[in-house]
């Protein structure tokens, strides 16, 4: 046993079977358990299928904000900085509310943490549509309302995003850990593909308040679903101890589980440049109103990343896959700008989409095998902090960077750091106990 399960079962007073990089062995009683269900009967199950098609509806609408939201700051202001500031005011409210949003995962549960995220998602949809049809020629006024709205969204998404991903555990039998993390992120991928494509034409067939008051009224209509279905809720051993700071000792003592945080930041930066540039890339190869074009290729590119990984979990380990992904998309970055036609970009950035899930999920993987249930749900809190915490700081350095540098110029620079962090994420996992598989 190493000293990282000991030290969790000195905190908490119970058996872990096994913390060795995500190839736990299964118990006696795991071993009597009924066959692992399909991938095809886990979507359709009641309780898995609520949440995954519930998850799929709320991110789809959050990915089409974005856009937009991104799209009329840039249509605003002419200015790709000011597209960063947006983003970065969605995605700010990760660094406050993450923690306490995981904390309360495991010690309240995670339905009504995903019910009010999708409230408070939906409310400032609701609020821009008004903002927007009342004061659409004031353009101090709509950035104002686009800075205030983005970030309470942020907020909705702060709350209900470590629930989304620790209820996946606890709805999957132990033999269909790798199937359901993969289905985890299926509703991402499918986000990242539809979500852009339905908030560009939405934006231009009915203009942003209109497109604002339908997206808040999917966010809203998802969130009364979810608080109907019949999830499980959440039963605690006597004496459990959620406070954030057995669990911070708990991470910082295992190098694999640090790893698996640094490399999640690490992908998460390396997606940004798609994100918070695509309007500047778009207008650089003159398609200037294909920035949900470029987004739409890199979510179907994600989207096939799922069923990529499946193939590669037959040949490499989860933390392989997941560091030679990060590499194959910190290349990708580098040519985006080369790629001649903007037939081709979108082929690049598809490839990129793809890796980008393939090392997501997998590094995904060996963290939810790896943890103690108890703290599954803080932990997938510092995991959607370090994912998705680290794209304001690099929403705000990179639409910056495109003002100051030539584009080619800041897409180099960040494909370089992104390739020396994934050679820091190895070299942290490798260096781990001796024996342990990754």
Not at 248 to 270: K, N, P, Q, S
Request: neutral net charge; charged residues 10%; hydrophobic residues 55%.
């Amino acid at each position: 046993m190493s000293d990282n399960a000991m030290v969790a079962q000195q905190m908490y007073g119970i058996e872990q079977e096994s913390v060795n990089c995500g190839r736990s062995s299964m118990s006696d009683s795991a071993a009597d358990e009924p066959l692992p269900r399909t991938a095809l009967q886990l979507i359709f199950d009641r309780e898995f299928g609520s949440v995954f098609w519930g998850k799929c509806s709320n991110l789809i609408a959050n990915w089409a904000f974005t856009v937009i939201t991104v799209m009329e700051a840039f249509n605003l202001t002419g200015s790709p900085a000011w597209s960063g500031a947006v983003s970065a005011a969605q995605m700010a409210p990760l660094l406050l509310l993450t923690l306490l949003s995981g904390r309360l995962c495991d010690s309240l549960g995670e339905r009504w943490l995903i019910v009010a995220g999708g409230w408070l998602s939906g409310l400032p949809c609701i609020a821009l549509a008004v903002c927007f049809g009342l004061v659409s020629n004031d353009r101090t006024s709509a950035l104002v309302a686009l800075l205030i709205c983005t970030f309470v969204s942020g907020c909705g998404m702060a709350l209900s995003a470590p629930a989304f991903q620790s209820i996946v555990m606890r709805l999957a039998r132990p033999t269909e850990v790798s199937t359901a993390v993969s289905l985890g992120f299926f509703p991402a991928a499918a986000a990242r593909a539809l979500g852009p494509a339905l908030g560009a034409v939405l934006l231009v067939a009915v203009g942003p308040a209109m497109s604002f008051l339908c997206l808040g009224l999917v966010l809203a209509l998802t969130a009364a679903a979810l608080h109907m279905a019949r999830l499980p809720a959440l039963v605690l051993d006597a004496g459990s101890d959620t406070r954030l700071s057995p669990a911070l000792h708990y991470v910082f003592r295992d190098r694999v589980i640090m790893a698996c945080l640094l490399g999640a930041a690490t992908v998460g930066a390396a997606s940004e440049p798609v994100i918070t540039l695509a309007p500047t890339l778009a207008a650089s190869f003159g398609h200037q109103d294909a920035s949900g074009l470029i987004l739409s290729a890199f979510g179907g590119g994600g989207a096939f990343g799922i069923f990529a990984h499946r193939l590669a979990r037959m040949w490499l380990s989860p933390l392989t896959e997941g560091v030679l992904s990060m590499g194959v998309l910190a290349g990708l970055i580098a040519v985006m700008v080369w790629a001649g036609r903007f037939e081709i970009l979108l082929v690049v950035t598809a490839v990129a989409g793809c890796a980008m899930v393939m090392s997501v999920t997998s590094i995904s993987v060996v963290l939810q095998q790896r943890c103690h249930p108890v703290m599954l749900g803080r932990v997938m809190a510092m995991w959607v902090l370090a994912f998705a915490g680290v794209r304001p700081f690099a929403a705000l350095i990179l639409g910056n960077l495109a003002v100051l540098l030539e584009l080619h110029v800041a897409l180099l620079a960040w494909s370089v750091l992104v390739a020396g962090w994934g050679v820091v994420v190895i070299m942290m996992a490798r260096s781990s106990q001796k024996g342990e598989r990754c």
